[in-house]
């Protein structure tokens, strides 16, 4: 059973940065798509960035254009763990984000929630202007 753990969240005013960690276990040898989703009310969950995972290793990350340019995530320094950095951030980044995953051999970030099957629990983001 694939098991994932966010942290990183916090408050931050516009133009600073933060860091998203997701810590995963419990892959096994298939291929995954790796998520990281915007929750915001009333709004749909979109990926704001996608990573594709195989044998130990993240690759060939997609960034949904609102973001593309300032977000950009890779794999962490502990295993199996991927990083979102956050860069010149803006107050309609604020969100929960959740990172989620599923079994798939390509990932997009138009891939909508329905299709993913494991979810964090989500951590808080603020950006004050």
């Known amino acids: 059973q694939v098991q994932l753990v966010e942290s990183g969240g916090g408050s931050v005013q516009a133009g600073g940065s933060l860091v998203l960690s997701c810590t995963v276990s419990?892959?096994?040898?298939?291929?995954?798509?790796l998520g990281w989703f915007r929750q915001v009310p009333d709004n749909e969950d979109k990926a704001v960035a996608v990573?594709?995972?195989?044998?130990?290793?993240?690759?060939?990350?997609r960034y949904r254009d609102s973001v593309n340019g300032r977000f950009t995530i890779s794999q962490g320094n502990a295993k199996n763990t991927v990083t979102l950095q956050m860069n010149n951030l803006r107050s309609d980044d604020s969100a929960m984000y959740v990172c989620?995953?599923?079994?798939?051999?390509?990932?997009?970030?138009?891939?909508?929630?329905?299709?993913?099957?494991?979810w964090g629990q989500g951590t808080r983001v603020t950006v004050s202007s």
């Open positions: 419990g892959f096994t040898d298939d291929r995954y798509c």
């Open positions: 989620a995953t599923r079994r798939a051999a390509s990932c997009s970030v138009d891939d909508g929630p329905g299709n993913y099957r494991a």
């Open positions: 990573v594709s995972f195989r044998g130990g290793s993240f690759y060939n990350p």
